[in-house]
C-alpha cells in the first residue's frame, strides 16, 4: 500500500509520522530533497548522468509545488480524516473485484507443440535464469526492448520494438512507413488488413525482432482529443475487432504479434503517476494515472470484444496499459489480466508491461503480468526469485510466467540471432509490398462530392496541403533523437515562438509537468502553391526548389 499523503511530506522532511502529528496547514511545511532524487534518476538510467544533477533539482522543486497543492486541497475544511490521511486508499481501493490465483496457460490446441517445447525448456532452468527472462536485459541491442538469453539452453533472446505501422528506430533506417491504421480502418477491407501486416512482420523479421508491438486495440476513441486514436482502426469494436484478427494473423506469419493497450487506454493526459511512479520508494506519490472508470457491461460490448478477435487469431503477446481500470493500475489488474484475459478470453500468450507502466512487484505477477519493460525495478536483482524462496510467492507462477514466454517464442518467432543491432545496414524493404502501401493511402482517404460546386476547386488559384508530414520525405533530421523516433521531427517550435525538444516531450511523457505537442508542425503543416502557375512552369513556385517537376501543358 502506497504512503498517504501527508505520511509522505513526513517523510521527505524527516517529520514525525502523519498519524502523530495533527491535520492542520502545519502539514505543509514540507521541502522534497534532490538528492535522494538524483539516486533514483542515476539507477533508471533514463538521464544521462551530467544531466543527473540538475534534473533532479527540477524534479524537486515541481514534486514541492505539486505536493504544496495537493496538501493544502486536502487540508480545506469539510474533507473527511480517512479521505486526508489516505486519499489512495479512500478512493482507490475495492473497486476493481480481485482475482486470483492467475491461472496457468494449458496449451490447447494449435499452442499444444509450443507449449510442450516451452515446459521442457523451463524444467531445465533454474529460478535465476526463470527470473532473467521475464524482465529486461541490460543491453536492448538496439531494440525497444531485449529478454536476455540463456545461452546454455539454447534460448537465443526476445527483441521487442514498436510499432503498428512500421519498424521505429531512433536513426534512419531502411524501412517503410506504412499507412496508420485508422487510414486502414477507413477502408474496411480484410484483405488489405491482411496484406499490410504481412509485409510490416517480414520487415520486423529482417531486422532480427521477435515481437511487432501492435496492433493497438485501445484507443476506441471515447476522446475525440485522444492523442492516439489515430493508432487504432476505428472506434466501433466489432470493425476494429474485423480488422484485428486478420493483422494479428498476417503479423504472425513472421513474428509475434502484440495486441495492445489493455485496457481501456483512452487518453494521454495523465496517463502516468509523477515521474513514471520513480519516486514511490521514496515516499513521494503525488498522483496516479488517470482511472478508465466502467461496468461490466461496457468492458464486454465495447472494450473486450476485439480482444476478443485477437485472441481467437492466436495473438502471442498483450500489453497492459498505462491507465487504471476502476482505480487498479491495469499492470497489476487481477480482475483484467486473470480474470477477463486469462480465464474469460484462455488467453495463452504472455502479458507484458507498457513501458515504465509497472508499479509493484509481487503484486503485479500474481494479477497476471508475465514480463516487465524496460526496467527491471521491482523484479530484478533475483527478487522473485526470493519471493518463491519466502513463500510470497508461487513455483507454479513463476514457471508460468516464463513458459508463456518460451512458448509464444517457440511458436512464432524462435530466430538464431535476434536483436536490431546484429542486423545494421539490412534494407528491409520489399519491391513486393509498394502496392499496399499505396493502395493503404488510397483506400483510407474520405471523399468529399462537391454537389453543385459548392467548393471552388475547378481551377483554384492556390493548392494547399496540410498535415505533419506535408514535407514527407525530406525530414531526415535527427539532431533531437527523440523527437526523430517519434516522428515529431518538424515539431520545433509553438506558435508563439517558444521552443520544443525532446526534454520538454519526456517531461509531458513522464507527468512530470502538464503540457501538449506544438498544435501545428510549424516546419511542415501546410504548403501551399500557387496553382495555375505550377502547373506551367513547376520548379519555380515550388514549395521545396528541386522537388518538382515541371507540368506539361
Not at 531485449?146 to 534460448?155: E, K, Q, W
Not at 495523465?270 to 520508494?281: A, K, V
Not at 474469460?344 to 509493484?360: I, R
Not at 516531450?505 to 496553382?531: C, E, K, M, Y
Request: charged share 15%; hydrophobic share 40%; glycine share 10%.
Amino acid at each position: 500500500m502506497r504512503s498517504s499523503l501527508l505520511a509522505a511530506a513526513c517523510c521527505v522532511t524527516g517529520g514525525a509520522s502523519a498519524q502523530s502529528t495533527s491535520t492542520t496547514p502545519a502539514a505543509t511545511s514540507t521541502s522534497i530533497a534532490a538528492g535522494p532524487i538524483a539516486s533514483i534518476l542515476n539507477e533508471t538510467g533514463i538521464v544521462p548522468a551530467n544531466l543527473v544533477e540538475a534534473a533532479a533539482g527540477y524534479v524537486a522543486g515541481i514534486a514541492e509545488t505539486t505536493l504544496q497543492g495537493i496538501l493544502t486541497a486536502l487540508l480545506q475544511p469539510g474533507i473527511p480524516l480517512e479521505q486526508r490521511l489516505n486519499p489512495e486508499l479512500y478512493y482507490s481501493y475495492g473497486r476493481s473485484p480481485p482475482v486470483y490465483p492467475s491461472p496457468q496457460g494449458a496449451g490447447d490446441g494449435a499452442w499444444a507443440d509450443s507449449y510442450s517445447k516451452a515446459k521442457a525448456l523451463v524444467a531445465q532452468m533454474t529460478n535465476e535464469e526463470k527470473n532473467s527472462i521475464v524482465i529486461p536485459a541490460s543491453d536492448s541491442q538496439g531494440c525497444s526492448g531485449f529478454v536476455a538469453p540463456v545461452s546454455r539452453l539454447n534460448f537465443t533472446g526476445i527483441c521487442l520494438n514498436d510499432a503498428e505501422s512500421g519498424v521505429r528506430l531512433g536513426v534512419p533506417a531502411n524501412v517503410s512507413g506504412y499507412p496508420s491504421q485508422l487510414s486502414v480502418g477507413a477502408s474496411w477491407n480484410t484483405k488489405l488488413a491482411w496484406t499490410r501486416a504481412y509485409y510490416i512482420g517480414r520487415e520486423f523479421k529482417a531486422l532480427g525482432i521477435n515481437v511487432v508491438l501492435g496492433p493497438v486495440i485501445g484507443p476506441l476513441g471515447r476522446v475525440a482529443k485522444g492523442g492516439r486514436n489515430w493508432e487504432g482502426f476505428s472506434n466501433d469494436p466489432y470493425l476494429a475487432g474485423e480488422l484485428v484478427a486478420p493483422t494479428v494473423e498476417a503479423f504472425q506469419k513472421s513474428v509475434i504479434a502484440c495486441a495492445k493497450h489493455f485496457i481501456a487506454n483512452e487518453q494521454e493526459t495523465n496517463r502516468n503517476p509523477f515521474l513514471q511512479g520513480f519516486l514511490q520508494p521514496l515516499g513521494i506519490n503525488l498522483n496516479n494515472s488517470v482511472s478508465s472508470n466502467l461496468d461490466d457491461r461496457t468492458m464486454h460490448e465495447l472494450y473486450l470484444w476485439p480482444f476478443y478477435d485477437a485472441v481467437r487469431a492466436g495473438v502471442g503477446s498483450v500489453m497492459a496499459s498505462y491507465n487504471r481500470v476502476n482505480n487498479s493500475y491495469a499492470s497489476q489488474n487481477s480482475k483484467t489480466m486473470n480474470g477477463l484475459l486469462k480465464t474469460e478470453l484462455g488467453f495463452e500468450g504472455f502479458v507484458l508491461s507498457d513501458w515504465y507502466a509497472q508499479h509493484t512487484g509481487i503484486a503485479s505477477a500474481e494479477a497476471g503480468l508475465d514480463l516487465v519493460m524496460p526496467l527491471s525495478f521491482y523484479w530484478g536483482n533475483n527478487i522473485l526469485v526470493n519471493a518463491v524462496k519466502n513463500g510470497s510467492m508461487s513455483q507454479d507462477r513463476l514457471d508460468d510466467m516464463a513458459t508463456r514466454i518460451l512458448a509464444s517464442w517457440y511458436r512464432y518467432a524462435p530466430f538464431e540471432n535476434p536483436g536490431v543491432s546484429a542486423h545494421n545496414g539490412t534494407d528491409a524493404r520489399e519491391p513486393a509490398s509498394a502496392d499496399v502501401l499505396l493502395q493503404s493511402a488510397v483506400e483510407g482517404q474520405v471523399l468529399v462530392k462537391n454537389v453543385r460546386n459548392a467548393l471552388p476547386l475547378k481551377a483554384p488559384k492556390t493548392l494547399s496541403l496540410f498535415g505533419y508530414d506535408a514535407v514527407a520525405g525530406l525530414n531526415n533530421d535527427t539532431s533531437d533523437s527523440i523527437l526523430y523516433e517519434l516522428g515529431l521531427a518538424n515539431t520545433r517550435e509553438y506558435t508563439d515562438g517558444q521552443g520544443f525538444s525532446g526534454l520538454n516531450n519526456a517531461i509531458f511523457l513522464g507527468s512530470i509537468a502538464i503540457g501538449h505537442i506544438p498544435a501545428v508542425a510549424l516546419n511542415g503543416t501546410l504548403i501551399s502553391v500557387r496553382w495555375l502557375r505550377c502547373r506551367v512552369t513547376g520548379d519555380d513556385c515550388c514549395p521545396v526548389p528541386g522537388h518538382c517537376k515541371p507540368s506539361r501543358r
